[in-house]
């Protein structure tokens, strides 16, 4: 743990788990937006890492004047690991941890959740992590779990998933002790592991917590778990039982759903950015009286700005802002471009974003661009500033399979760029018109297709691109939509009458 | 998707593969078995002599050279004890690592630090131990004490790298030189005696340090070098202090008794210059050694057969897999495997023992032995008993990698047989052989307890304490 910044008292304290200030990307950026964008409230940051190694070595954003403290904990970094000693421990701690375990495992309801397992002290004085880590009765503990609940699964991983499960409660513990007393709001921009120091912060201090989530915290762990990538032990198909390794996977869902639920129970209010995100939350399990939708914004004058630079007509050019990575599926792009071409012989696609992140996956995409034969027609660009693609661009897309709010196309919006997208996360919301009031009547800013639908991206990119009235049409209803909804001053008017409403209720 | 999330996978899957302790094996207690045939070879000699010349003045030859030959034993395995475990537990690290080509230069740098260090040590004792001796008497003895230095090295080297066999037809070998050459050159005394020694041991050393030429040649493109000192650079991790340590200890322990007796005036004498020995308290020690050959056979037959079997399983369920219930069952199969090598072990040793009991009073006549001795020898037997089980724990203490464990038993056996062999001294004649034995006895059942104890919690210090 280290203590990066401290210039004095904070109003708001931003738990950062593995974004601002050492990450690029939306969380990142969105904090940077806000701390930058209310200068009158003083801001504090505690960053959660993983490792130290893992993040870039020196901070990517410059701190602004009203960002006072920042503290820093790496959790798997070995100079934070408890010097090893043995020891015995004490039997009636464990059995209130089993406690918690069946709360975890079953029903997750507020009320049946083990009191003394909400306080701080619980696990600095009782369970410490010493004691769970070299204890024999924590010893005793893991094994007779292992052979009540999966006696037949590789020991070695499952000690393990359970060690990189009850770390990090630890580490979060040893931060919230720490910053107990700074701040006198938290905003926690995610559930997990913020989210629950920000919940066990404000049941010790009763301090106000708002949540925003970008994403879904716990879908997006459930995705990672279940994408086959925790490189567990698998016996051959034929010598396993159907529920037999799935064991430890359940255990990581339980716990992730777990602390969300918790995190949801002591957050007030709750926001999400699109309403199908809030529909999310409540499913898993946020009350539906405290969630609301605070959209992005994006700077609409820089962007605006651009629209001068924009040549007359529409340019046959079709851009993709994304990395080279499966997720946003440039695959299909690929193939949509080549259906296209075939109608539109000199129409160019342009990818935006860095190619190295999965280096086997962008070569796929060089091959299939080969076999395909629309070399002439796509660019891979690499990182490019947005505000000198745009104005070239005739439409932008994304064929992603998942999103969340995706800024892009707001940006693109704002440069006068209508958009083919897939219908994931908040895309719908963004160009067809969402839930705020006369938003759907101002009309379809692009085209909405379905994922990995070929034939349905490209008609909708052979139709704006030739069909000049619908894509001035377009054109305009983005303008306005982007305009009236979406812009940074609104979303930080927001987020000032958030403020000013805790600030008020608890009498500053 | 929002940049949040942990790096767990990864860290996960570099848990997963490394963090289990690393499986390694290697016989450190196996120098003791041909320092055991030293002694009964060196046993035979004299009483042969005995026999062969009933001459008071062949005799006296004999046990002066008898007794040099034991101070350059006792003396250069307590200074080799510091190099022999740390050195078997690289080579065994470098094994595991499968750079076998590593033994070979390694061995060649040890064998000159050992050189060196052997002979500046060895020429200041001689200087100060004989006094009265001719400068050949004290050339021969540095090159005796340099070659045994040198034995010592090869010997644990060999072993570790399992060349039994031969290690016991090298000792027979060179013993048997010995025998030939201490016939022939009778007329030379003590001198001849004495080049003999050196002859044979000379022959055991050649023959073992070609039969690791032979078996571990140095030739592979991972190696340039004929000689190398990586054991002392640290290229492969730390040296090995707590075990240098407890081997030094381990050997002044075995010696104490013996000099404490030797050096007490009523029960030691002077020998030749400064080198005393003990009448009452040595033959029926040394001659008690000798049952201890059966009985270390048993238990190395079934370290090496169950128990490092076993072990290897153990650290394989764990590191491939295995369920809690599979890694349960192989440390339970370890147990048994440490329980049934020590019960054979003593039931052999023990059998051997009621023998020797009931046939020592003809085998007291037979060796033209004072039967006064008699009640000293049993309590010696006993004694070389326990030590064969002390030395069981112990063996199994340095597979477990328990150096801490090992340096304390060491040391505590050093003070207790030094403290314990006084008191018996002071408590006269009747006593005598006790302090060795009680000593045993005391470390051999606190000993089994820590064992024990280790044994149980394996499974929790494999994985809770990393």
Request: proline share 3%.
């Amino acid at each position: 743990m280290r203590v990066v910044l401290d210039k004095g008292e904070v109003d708001i304290l931003i738990p950062c788990e593995g974004t601002y200030p050492y990450v690029r990307g939306g969380v990142s950026s969105w904090i940077a937006q806000l701390i930058t964008g209310l200068p009158e409230y003083s801001f504090g940051i505690v960053f959660l890492g993983s490792r130290q190694k893992d993040y870039s070595a020196k901070p990517l954003f410059e701190f602004p004047d009203n960002l006072l403290f920042m503290v820093e904990l790496f959790m798997f970094d070995d100079d934070e690991k408890e010097p090893i000693r043995a020891r015995d421990g004490d039997i009636e701690d464990f059995k209130k941890i089993e406690e918690l375990y069946h709360w975890f495992k079953e029903k997750k309801e507020q009320d049946s959740f083990p009191k003394e397992l909400k306080k701080i002290d619980f696990y600095r004085d009782r369970v410490d992590e010493a004691t769970f880590l070299y204890s024999r009765e924590s010893w005793y503990f893991i094994s007779n779990k292992n052979q009540e609940n999966c006696p037949e699964i590789s020991f070695l991983d499952y000690f393990w998933s359970v060690r990189s499960i009850h770390i990090p409660i630890w580490k979060v513990v040893k931060l919230a002790n720490f910053v107990l007393d700074k701040g006198k709001i938290i905003h926690s921009p995610s559930t997990g592991y913020s989210g629950f120091l920000s919940a066990l912060i404000a049941n010790d201090t009763g301090k106000p917590f708002i949540l925003t989530e970008h994403g879904i915290y716990t879908k997006e762990r459930k995705i990672d778990l279940i994408s086959s990538s925790f490189n567990l032990y698998k016996k051959l198909d034929l010598f396993r039982e159907s529920a037999e390794d799935n064991y430890i996977q359940k255990m990581w869902v339980n716990f992730f759903e777990g602390i969300g639920k918790m995190t949801y129970s002591k957050a007030n209010p709750i926001l999400s950015l699109f309403s199908v995100a809030k529909e999310t939350q409540i499913a898993y399990g946020a009350k539906a009286e405290l969630c609301r939708v605070i959209p992005n914004g994006v700077d609409i004058k820089r962007l605006g700005a651009t629209l001068k630079n924009r040549p007359t007509g529409v340019p046959k050019v079709i851009t993709l802002i994304g990395r080279v990575v499966s997720i946003k599926d440039i695959k299909t792009f690929i193939r949509a471009i080549r259906v296209t071409a075939n109608v539109i012989p000199d129409v160019e696609a342009w990818v935006v974003g860095p190619d190295d992140e999965e280096i086997a996956y962008a070569e796929e995409c060089r091959d299939l661009i080969d076999i395909l034969d629309v070399k002439d027609n796509i660019k891979f660009l690499g990182f490019q500033n947005i505000a000198d693609i745009l104005p070239k661009s005739g439409l932008q897309t994304l064929t992603s399979i998942s999103e969340g709010m995706p800024l892009v196309i707001l940006e693109g919006f704002a440069a006068g760029v209508p958009c083919v997208s897939t219908d994931v996360g908040s895309c719908k919301e963004l160009i067809y018109g969402g839930e705020q009031e006369g938003d759907r009547e101002l009309g379809k800013a692009g085209v909405i297709c379905q994922i990995a639908n070929v034939e349905q991206l490209s008609s909708a990119y052979i139709e704006l691109l030739t069909n000049e009235d619908r894509w001035y049409k377009a054109q305009k209803v983005a303008l306005e939509r982007v305009n009236r909804f979406y812009t940074q001053d609104i979303f930080i008017d927001n987020y000032r009458e958030v403020y000013k409403d805790i600030f008020k209720k608890i009498g500053e | 998707m929002a940049g949040i999330g942990f790096e767990l996978k990864q860290i996960l899957k570099e848990k997963s593969l490394t963090s289990v302790l690393k499986t390694f094996g290697y016989s450190a207690i196996l120098s003791s078995g041909p320092w055991v045939i030293s002694m009964v070879i060196i046993l035979g000699i004299g009483l042969s002599n005995i026999y062969l010349f009933h001459t008071v003045d062949s005799q006296n030859v004999m046990l002066k050279a008898s007794v040099t030959y034991v101070s350059a034993l006792a003396i250069s395995s307590v200074y080799t004890g510091f190099f022999q475990l740390p050195f078997t537990r690289f080579i065994a690290d470098r094994m595991y690592e499968k750079r076998y080509y590593l033994v070979l230069p390694n061995f060649i740098g040890m064998l000159i630090v050992t050189i060196v260090i052997a002979f500046l040590l060895s020429f200041i004792l001689a200087i100060f131990i004989f006094n009265t001796q001719s400068n050949l008497f004290i050339l021969l003895y540095i090159t005796l004490f340099t070659v045994l230095s040198c034995v010592w090295m090869a010997n644990i080297l060999a072993a570790s790298l399992k060349l039994y066999k031969h290690v016991i037809i090298f000792y027979l070998l060179g013993y048997i030189g010995i025998f030939i050459c201490s016939i022939f050159l009778r007329e030379y005394a003590i001198v001849g005696l004495l080049i003999s020694f050196i002859i044979g041991n000379s022959i055991i050393f050649i023959l073992l340090f070609l039969g690791i030429i032979y078996y571990y040649p140095s030739v592979h493109k991972g190696n340039s070098n004929f000689i190398r000192f990586d054991i002392f650079k640290g290229n492969f991790g730390k040296f090995y202090w707590k075990l240098a340590w407890s081997g030094v200890l381990y050997n002044i322990a075995i010696w104490i008794d013996k000099v404490i007796f030797w050096f007490t005036p009523v029960v030691g004498y002077v020998v030749i210059d400064r080198l005393h020995a003990s009448m009452v308290y040595d033959f029926p020690i040394f001659l008690a050694y000798l049952s201890i050959i059966p009985g270390m056979a048993i238990f190395f037959f079934r370290l090496e057969v169950d128990f490092a079997q076993a072990y290897a399983d153990f650290y394989r369920a764990i590191n491939h897999h295995g369920s809690l219930g599979q890694i349960k069952q192989h440390k339970q199969r370890m147990i048994d495997a440490v329980k049934r090598s020590i019960q054979e072990t003593l039931f052999v040793q023990g059998l051997f023992n009621i023998f020797l009991f009931l046939s020592a009073k003809t085998l007291f006549e037979l060796l033209l032995l004072p039967k006064l001795y008699l009640p000293l020898f049993y309590v010696d037997v006993i004694g070389v008993q326990l030590q064969l089980g002390f030395m069981s724990i112990l063996a199994y203490l340095y597979y477990l990698d328990r150096q801490k464990e090992a340096l304390i038993y060491t040391l505590l056996f050093v003070f207790i047989n030094a403290i314990l062999t006084w008191i018996s001294i002071q408590m006269g004649p009747y006593f005598y052989g006790y302090g060795y034995s009680v000593t045993l006895l005391i470390l051999f059942v606190a000993s089994i307890a820590t064992l024990n104890r280790i044994l149980q919690e394996l499974d929790y210090e494999t994985f809770m304490l990393q």
